[in-house]
């Protein structure tokens, strides 16, 4: 099992739609969870973080974590065609090392 | 705020030669320092963990001796690939964090070609 694990889509979304993504991890130790987006040929760009259970929003997206479950979620509201890159989600292990998952790739379609 | 600088974004030489990218935290200090690498279609691979004032810690198949990296002071970490050869063609990204359990911010990467 891949200590996180994302679906690598593609995942299609008509404009103006929620696009949701989904990433599961391992490590019940894990403390913090970042999203990131990954244009083709560009370095990862910080999009969300969170540390406790429940919903945080910043803007258009929305990141939810349940611990629980070891599932972190970003939805992405009134999605827009800039909005097609990977997504990258990331986990900080028990061991204080960063994971990353091997990204999704989301397409908005007009 | 963490803004993380890397040098050069584009590199192409001949087989043989060794190649410097230096990576630098702007506006933070990075005790620890990431080198990740990326092949075409395909995602982020960690390749060591660059500490302030001691040695790397490379990730299981990446060669040491190949892949020399320096992290000499809290603001800058440098990785030199030696006597590179096409198949170390890719595109090296470097990253830095203040803390362990904040995020990472990216350098803009370096994409290296070898002839």
């Known amino acids: 099992q891949k200590e996180v694990e994302q679906n690598s889509g593609p995942l299609s979304v008509p404009e103006g739609a929620i696009a949701s993504l989904n990433c599961t991890y391992s490590?019940?130790?894990?403390?913090?969870f970042f999203w990131y987006r990954q244009y083709s040929g560009k370095s990862p760009e910080l999009i969300m973080f969170?540390?406790?259970?429940g919903d945080k929003e910043d803007g258009r997206f929305t990141a939810q974590l349940n611990k629980a479950s070891q599932y972190v979620s970003l939805l992405i509201r009134d999605s827009q065609p800039s909005d097609s890159a990977t997504y990258l989600c990331?986990?900080?292990?028990?061991?204080?090392?960063?994971?990353f998952g091997s990204g999704t790739r989301l397409s908005i379609r007009p | 705020g963490a803004v993380v600088s890397q040098h050069p974004s584009w590199v192409i030489c001949k087989s043989g030669t060794s190649v410097k990218i230096e990576c630098r935290s702007l506006?933070?200090?990075?005790?620890?320092m990431f080198w990740y690498r990326q092949f075409p279609k395909q995602s982020l691979m960690l390749m060591a963990t660059?500490?302030?004032?001691?040695?790397?810690?490379?990730e299981q198949g990446v060669e040491k001796d190949k892949f020399l990296i320096n992290h000499a002071s809290l603001t800058l970490s440098t990785l030199t690939v030696t006597s590179a050869h096409p198949e170390d063609s890719s595109f090296y990204i470097c990253?830095?964090?203040?803390?362990?359990?904040?995020?990472?911010?990216f350098g803009d990467g370096t994409r290296l070609s070898i002839l």
């Open positions: 990331a986990v900080t292990s028990s061991a204080s090392k960063i994971i």
């Open positions: 490590d019940r130790g894990s403390q913090s």
């Open positions: 969170i540390y406790s259970n």
């Open positions: 506006d933070f200090q990075a005790t620890t």
């Open positions: 660059s500490n302030e004032g001691s040695k790397a810690t490379y």
């Open positions: 990253s830095g964090t203040p803390y362990s359990n904040q995020p990472q911010h």
